[in-house]
């Protein structure tokens, strides 16, 4: 499991966090959202988590978990300011959101679960394995469209995944979890 | 009054024997449940009988609380073993027994000082009957109320976490269960009134007309009952469920499922 460590992100830097199965990379995540009670803080901005409301936080700080819920019954209901503005670049139509989410394939929800969260506009991003249901066409439009979502609203994002080539895709930096702690790794850029 | 003779609840009883011998032969399995639920109704009726008998006879407020006291903590005990996840420690108990006493007491207190006006205000005859059937009806919602909101909040724990993860404050992450809670505890009273004198003659006037009551006056009393039991039920539900969603988060918002135990 990961123990006490600690780390910075600059705004618009795109961390990513690989490692073994089990080693705690989710609750990391969790506890970075404040979902999970934790010792340490942490800082956005200088605010610390726990100086401003929880809900406000979240909003900031917003976590996509590999599986995506949906309560109401369709897609559409879930977006409250009307339709999102990337499904086109995601590869979803738009007829997708009057589905019944029930009928939703788990990569096409996984997509619509991203632009639910990014319609929040956070400042940081935290991703827990965004493209685990997706086939590679997909995955590179999920890369792409937070890519242009980080630059455009200059947020930082930490990303967790196991694919050496998507860390080297999209990642400004890599930490790689060892025993408990995080090593930096070099980032070989193949572009 | 027709009065009741020893042998005449023994002709009754033989028929639950009957009953037994029948569904025991066609292998139901249930012949001894029944049989220890009759004699259980058998010993406690003449109980309380004996314990009202007493009380009647001896009209003083600290019999009457004494008594009242009793029935709100066997009530607390039994809200709780209803549930299939309760909150961990005393909250388990003092949630359900704690909204039980503030609604149940409340109303009938009301209703014997404010509508009945009898003096004094505590004369068992009406208090004891009055929070008897006041205490059972909103048992029975918050039991179920309670039940259905932790139940639920543990089925659909990764749709709460979801909408807090959206930036949704733990009020509106709730509501859609909270709101199903609270239906489901005030459905049966609902009912009950709905099919009043239609479907059902409700046990409370029955027992008044058996007794000799005119049917008028009887009826009134049930409307009274009715409208008593529903208020009852209703702020006794909407209290616990209220209380007991916003126990399922944390200071900062975060559900706290480890704050409920399995029974």
Known sequence: MIGPVSFSLDAGECLCLSGPSGTGKSLLLRAIADLDPHEGSVWLDGTASDAIAPALWRCRVGLLPPDSSWWLPRAIDHFHDGQPLSLDSLGLEPGLLGEPVARLSSGERQRLALLRLLANTPRVLLLDEPTANLDPASTLRVEAVIGEFRKTHQAAVIWVSHDPAQIARVANRHLRVSGSELREQTVEHNT | ?263
Request: net charge positive; hydrophobic share 55%.
């Open chain 2, 1 to 263: 009054m027709i009065t009741l003779s020893n042998p005449d609840l023994a002709i009754a009883a033989v028929l639950v024997l009957a009953l037994a011998l029948l569904s025991a032969r066609l292998q139901a399995d249930v012949s001894r449940q029944l049989l220890i639920a009759a004699a259980r109704t058998a010993i406690q009726l003449t109980l309380i009988g004996l314990v009202l008998k007493t009380l009647f006879a001896n009209v003083h407020l600290v019999w009457v609380t004494l008594m009242a006291l009793f029935m709100l903590l066997v009530a607390g005990r039994e809200v709780m073993a209803r549930q299939k996840r309760r909150f961990r420690g005393w909250w388990g108990y003092a949630l359900g027994t704690v909204s039980m006493f503030l609604s149940s007491f409340a109303v009938a207190v009301f209703a014997l000082v404010v509508i009945l006006g009898d003096t004094p205000w505590y004369t068992p005859q009406y208090a004891i009957p009055l929070l008897g059937m006041l205490l059972g009806n909103t048992m029975n919602g918050i039991a179920i109320a309670m039940d259905r909101l932790t139940t639920t909040a543990w089925e659909q724990r990764e749709i709460i976490e979801a909408r807090l993860m959206l930036g949704q404050s733990w009020d509106e992450a709730i509501s859609a269960i909270r709101q199903q809670a609270i239906r489901s505890g005030l459905i049966p009273i609902i009912n009950a009134m709905a099919a009043a004198g239609v479907v059902s003659l409700p046990g409370m006037m029955t027992g008044q007309i058996l007794a000799g009551a005119p049917p008028v006056e009887a009826v009134k009393y049930q409307i009274l009952i009715m409208f008593l039991i529903t208020v009852g039920t209703g702020l006794g539900t909407l209290g616990a469920v209220s209380i007991g969603s916003r126990r399922l988060f944390d200071a900062r918002q975060r559900l706290c499922l480890d704050r409920l135990r399995e029974n």
